[in-house]
């Protein structure tokens, strides 16, 4: 009779995982961490420099928004929870930060466009017969963009992901 192995809470670990639970890649490297730490808490010291030298809340409010973009989607992700937090923080900062919500701003459509061809293996002109220039949507983790697929003339949405949102995710996440 085979032993099953488990953990501390009895769950099956013997498919080299346990199931429910996320395996994130090896972490990066300890510079990396660094810097990245360096990177948040300088944005952390002049949002808390603004507030001590009494910048009114819907400025503070418009740079906390903004810090939160240039820091990556975990914060923008971050931002869009407080927002719906006015026992925290003054309601001009919570529909400023809602902003986060629904009006991210987009990256360059070029660079998207290279994306999804390198993804798909092939030119926009071969795969769409349109292909709309602009996104109609971005969001924090990514665009959209409407097209319809030649040959069939279905319409689709094409869905970007942001350049560079993994490993921003992962260096966050460690």
Request: with cysteine; glycine share 8%.
């Amino acid at each position: 009779q085979q032993q099953q192995q488990g953990d501390a809470f009895g769950r099956d670990k013997s498919l080299g995982f346990v199931p429910g639970t996320v395996e994130l890649p090896p972490a990066p490297p300890m510079w990396q961490q660094a810097l990245r730490l360096s990177e948040i808490l300088r944005e952390l010291g002049a949002m808390r420099l603004r507030l001590a030298r009494g910048v009114p809340v819907q400025i503070r409010a418009n740079k906390m928004r903004e810090t939160f973009i240039r820091l990556g989607p975990a914060f923008v992700k971050a931002g869009q929870a407080l927002a719906t937090r006015p026992d925290v923080f003054p309601p001009e900062a919570c529909v400023e930060l809602a902003k986060l919500q629904h009006q991210m701003p987009p990256f360059d459509t070029d660079a998207a466009r290279a994306m999804v061809e390198a993804e798909l293996g092939a030119p926009i002109d071969t795969l769409f017969s349109e292909f709309s220039p602009e996104p109609i949507a971005a969001a924090s983790l990514g665009q959209v963009y409407r097209a319809t697929v030649k040959g069939t003339g279905q319409d689709v949405a094409v869905k970007v992901q942001r350049p560079g949102l993994e490993p921003r995710i992962v260096l966050d996440a460690h």
